[in-house]
């Protein structure tokens, strides 16, 4: 037939009910099983079939059902209590911010992806997990917050394996309609729409509103009507394309996304830049002091006084950089609205890399981020120390651990990841607000108190639920490629409930080494085998659509999969997304990863594991490293470097196999008591792991150390029309002017040997050329091994300066004397990257 039109008829909800609408459009429900049941019950296939959406449930089930659970007191009573527990928490005052953190000042948060729920697909991995849970904690904590972030039409991708195990992609375009989002308005009832010169071009930008608890996220949207098409395919898909699609991305998130904020009348003091992506906010910004009438240098000061930088990879390729000519493309009219130089601008990312066999400089977004930011960090505590070795030769003569590069270690969002049951459970012990002190440690140790008939009796439910799941997943997968009535019908017993079942899922990159488990078949092969003890495992993730080699390591393990020795001990999953995430931590017995150390940045899965009580074993890489404590999970391998990654490889493929062998499976299928029992390591991963790690704790810590003090520095450097901003970015430009006429010479009275405590003599003579004494650091620097000891020396008669500097112990010392300009008002002594030594 010809179709000339369509329509979409709306059931009506009735008035018993009638606030499902409103719950519908706060992901609140997102962490709310209770609430999500609300909806599921009302038609569990459609529920399902529609990726959980209660947006577009609402849209589907019949009006008649509606009417039924209107009149059902059941439904009612389960309605109220839900609606409850929602007023109170969007209307709670006496949140954590306003007992402990009243001097915030509101925050917008940048980031290219987020993951909030599977229905929203508008995320790939685990920074925008992580994304997501930091908005929900934030909504938790009562924190001045707004988001900004993209939406991508057609998300990232669904995955899709064929006959022979090869991720393919398949890419679904959304209806807007059935999302819990709204157009942003503004004070007047508009709809906000913002422009963005890219390339040449003007492109418009619609603003979408998304509310996640009390906080609200702004997604930006090209593909409106007045653009082009190649305009509109600008937030087609997330990740997707070449560099130039990359590169007028991240003008849109960042110049984009400042100006929505601005044009809706945000407030933000502070400005977070979660990952790279997001560095070109810095432009926007820059822009709107210069026009105010600042100069570069002072714009670039009073930008950089508020911004924070979160850096989450180590691996050189996650970072970002581009060539000078494809950033002429598309921001090169930046360096005429900044009133500065093309070089004066792209110096601030100057990183020279290799490109064609020749050194060549690149415009990074990581060096372009840490330059407009006065604060960085890293995601755990071992990646803050991978990240200042990989920065370090941003700061010539300074040693790693000096730096300006912190950490605050990454956690996940309880609620979300925690099964109901669990929670359940978990109420019976803890106190009744135990919900909003997540990350209070002492609190947890109540968990102390549940039996091994309790622990075990949740697990066993979560993990039957799983099972039902894995098996329900092959089977659709199955029936897609065409398998035989028979392999079908395996699928019915696909996994059994009293088997140890281990956990393997994350993004497929190759540093995760997830194919380490078959490095030697023989070996596992008698360990899933075991006629007494088997023990079998549950794998899923995605690889970029570019990456051929981790498209191969799906492959093998599936292959793998369907060799009549492991058929049925190992399965992958497609299509890992928040749903298959939620189903696996919550219902294997063992959480599995073994990243080559020291790649894994910080990794939250295992954490997500741990609050559902299933311990961690990990290589001791990322938040592992602090977590583990001998009494809540196993290690892989030692934690040392290793110059030949066949021997890693080797070394942590044998410890794998040893402890899962010689302790693990004892433990699981043992009758130990106390200390030696399943129960006691169930016990201590939830009660260790729940609070350090909790999302809670990260965006308190985000705060803390990060967010109230920028917001002063900001506020302080801002003042006056910038005038410290002014004064600051003045007192650089002479001081780079003049660094390279200066001078340093040094003498130290060394003995052949010495005492520990016993002093030296040491003196420098310094050329300023120029510079005042008071804005010079003479210093000596001790070096033993990685330890650094540094000593003032005391300006004296003309240019010398000195010290009596002690040797604090015994060993073999370096000694050194450098000189650093410095100022008040710095956010750390190395801001400027200078150092001169003697």
């Known amino acids: 037939m010809n179709i000339i039109g369509k329509v979409t008829v709306l059931p009506q909800l009735p008035p018993a009910i009638a606030r499902l609408s409103e719950l519908a459009y706060n992901l609140y429900w997102s962490w709310t099983p209770h609430a999500q049941s609300l909806y599921a019950d009302l038609d569990p296939d459609t529920w399902e079939r529609f990726h959980r959406n209660p947006v577009r449930l609402l849209l589907e089930v019949p009006q008649d059902r509606l009417t039924r659970?209107?009149?059902?007191?059941?439904?009612?009573?389960?309605?109220?209590?839900?609606?409850?527990?929602?007023?109170?928490?969007?209307?709670?005052?006496?949140?954590?911010?306003?007992?402990?953190?009243?001097?915030?000042?509101?925050?917008?948060?940048?980031?290219?992806?987020?993951?909030?729920?599977?229905?929203?697909?508008?995320?790939?991995?685990?920074?925008?997990?992580?994304?997501?849970?930091?908005?929900?904690?934030?909504?938790?904590?009562?924190?001045?917050?707004?988001?900004?972030?993209?939406l991508f039409h057609q998300g990232y991708f669904r995955q899709l394996f064929d006959k022979e195990g090869w991720q393919n992609e398949a890419y679904d375009e959304l209806d807007l309609t059935t999302l819990p989002i709204r157009p942003a308005r503004n004070a007047a009832g508009e709809d906000v729409r913002v422009r963005v010169r890219i390339g040449g071009r003007e492109v418009a930008v619609r603003v979408w509103t998304l509310q996640v608890g009390r906080i609200r996220v702004l997604l930006l949207d090209a593909n409106v009507p007045e653009n082009s098409e190649e305009d509109r395919k600008l937030t087609a898909r997330l990740y997707g394309g070449n560099q130039e699609l990359r590169v007028q991305q991240y003008v849109l998130l960042g110049v984009a996304g400042v100006r929505a904020l601005r044009a809706l009348d945000v407030p933000a003091s502070v400005y977070h830049m979660n990952e790279g992506h997001a560095a070109l906010m810095g432009l926007e910004r820059m822009r709107e002091y210069v026009e105010s009438g600042l100069d570069f240098a002072a714009a670039l000061e009073t930008t950089a006084s508020s911004t924070l930088f979160t850096t989450h990879t180590p691996v050189a390729a996650g970072n970002d950089a581009f060539t000078y000519d494809l950033m002429d493309r598309y921001v090169g009219e930046w360096p005429g609205l900044l009133h500065t130089g093309r070089d004066d601008l792209y110096g601030l990312a100057r990183h020279?890399?290799?490109?064609?066999?020749?050194?060549?400089?690149?415009?990074?977004?990581?060096?372009?981020?840490?330059r407009l930011s006065r604060a960085a960090n890293g995601v755990s505590e071992l990646h803050g120390e991978v990240s200042r070795d990989m920065w370090n030769f941003l700061y010539p003569g300074a040693a790693p651990q000096e730096v300006p590069i912190g950490h605050v270690t990454n956690g996940a969002h309880n609620l979300t990841f925690t099964s109901q049951a669990m929670r359940d459970l978990l109420s019976t012990v803890l106190p009744a607000d135990w919900t909003e002190r997540l990350e209070d440690e002492e609190m947890w140790q109540a968990v102390e108190g549940l039996s091994d008939t309790q622990l075990a009796g949740v697990q066993r439910e979560m993990k039957r639920e799983m099972v039902a799941f894995v098996r329900a997943r092959q089977r659709e997968q199955m029936l897609r490629n065409g398998a035989s009535a028979a392999d079908v019908a395996a699928t019915d017993t696909l996994l059994r409930e009293d088997v140890l079942t281990i956990g393997f899922a994350r993004r497929f990159a190759t540093y995760k080494r997830a194919t380490l488990l078959f490095r030697d078949k023989a070996?596992?092969?008698?360990?899933?085998?075991?006629?007494?003890?088997?023990?079998?495992?549950?794998?899923?993730?995605?690889?970029?659509?570019?990456?051929?080699?981790?498209?191969?390591?799906?492959?093998?393990?599936?292959?793998?999969?369907?060799?009549?020795?492991?058929?049925?001990?190992?399965?992958?999953?497609?299509?890992?997304?928040?749903?298959?995430?939620?189903?696996?931590?919550?219902?294997?017995?063992?959480?599995?990863?073994?990243?080559?150390?020291?790649?894994?940045?910080?990794?939250?899965?295992?954490?997500?594991?741990?609050?559902?009580?299933?311990?961690?074993?990990?290589?001791?890489?990322?938040?592992?490293?602090?977590?583990?404590?001998?009494?809540?999970?196993?290690?892989?391998?030692?934690?040392?470097?290793?110059?030949?990654?066949?021997?890693?490889?080797?070394?942590?493929?044998?410890?794998?196999?040893?402890?899962?062998?010689?302790?693990?499976?004892?433990?699981?299928?043992?009758?130990?008591?106390?200390?030696?029992?399943?129960?006691?390591?169930?016990?201590?991963?939830?009660?260790?792991?729940?609070?350090?790690?909790?999302?809670?704790?990260?965006?308190?810590?985000?705060?803390?150390?990060?967010?109230?003090?920028?917001?002063?520095?900001?506020?302080?450097?801002?003042?006056?029309?910038?005038?410290?901003?002014?004064?600051?970015?003045?007192?650089?430009?002479?001081?780079?002017?003049?660094?390279?006429?200066?001078?340093?010479?040094?003498?130290?009275?060394?003995?052949?040997?010495?005492?520990?405590?016993?002093?030296?003599?040491?003196?420098?003579?310094?050329?300023?050329?120029?510079?005042?004494p008071d804005e010079l650091k003479v210093e000596a620097v001790l070096m033993r091994g990685d330890v650094q000891h540094r000593v003032a020396l005391t300006h004296g008669e003309g240019n010398v300066y000195s010290a009596e500097v002690p040797l604090p112990d015994s060993g073999l010392y370096s000694l050194g004397v450098r000189m650093v300009p410095e100022i008040g008002g710095l956010s750390n002594e190395l801001e400027l990257g200078l150092i001169k030594w003697a």
């Open 352 to 370: 020279d890399q290799m490109w064609d066999g020749h050194l060549v400089p690149s415009f990074s977004m990581t060096v372009f981020a840490l």
């Open 69 to 150: 659970a209107a009149a059902d007191p059941a439904y009612l009573d389960r309605y109220a209590r839900v609606m409850a527990d929602f007023d109170a928490y969007m209307g709670k005052k006496d949140t954590w911010v306003t007992e402990n953190a009243t001097d915030l000042k509101p925050v917008a948060y940048f980031s290219m992806e987020y993951a909030f729920h599977e229905s929203l697909p508008i995320y790939s991995g685990g920074l925008g997990v992580l994304a997501g849970d930091h908005c929900k904690s934030a909504s938790d904590l009562g924190l001045p917050f707004t988001a900004v972030g993209m």
């Open 523 to 772: 070996r596992l092969a008698r360990i899933v085998n075991h006629p007494e003890h088997p023990v079998q495992f549950v794998f899923a993730g995605k690889a970029h659509p570019a990456d051929n080699p981790g498209k191969a390591l799906i492959q093998e393990i599936y292959r793998v999969s369907q060799e009549p020795e492991f058929k049925g001990r190992v399965v992958i999953l497609e299509n890992y997304d928040m749903n298959v995430a939620r189903h696996l931590v919550q219902g294997v017995d063992i959480w599995l990863n073994n990243p080559r150390r020291p790649l894994e940045a910080s990794g939250t899965s295992g954490m997500k594991a741990s609050f559902n009580g299933s311990p961690n074993f990990s290589v001791l890489d990322g938040w592992w490293r602090e977590g583990y404590d001998s009494t809540n999970g196993w290690p892989i391998g030692e934690e040392r470097e290793y110059a030949d990654l066949n021997v890693q490889d080797d070394a942590d493929a044998f410890s794998l196999y040893s402890i899962l062998e010689d302790q693990i499976v004892p433990r699981y299928y043992g009758a130990g008591q106390g200390d030696a029992s399943w129960a006691h390591t169930v016990r201590r991963s939830i009660e260790t792991v729940s609070p350090r790690f909790s999302m809670q704790r990260q965006v308190i810590d985000y705060v803390r150390q990060y967010y109230v003090p920028l917001s002063k520095r900001g506020a302080e450097v801002a003042a006056d029309h910038s005038a410290r901003a002014r004064h600051l970015a003045s007192w650089k430009t002479w001081v780079r002017q003049q660094w390279p006429h200066t001078q340093i010479s040094a003498h130290a009275d060394l003995p052949p040997t010495a005492r520990p405590g016993q002093t030296v003599k040491v003196s420098a003579t310094v050329n300023p050329a120029g510079i005042r």
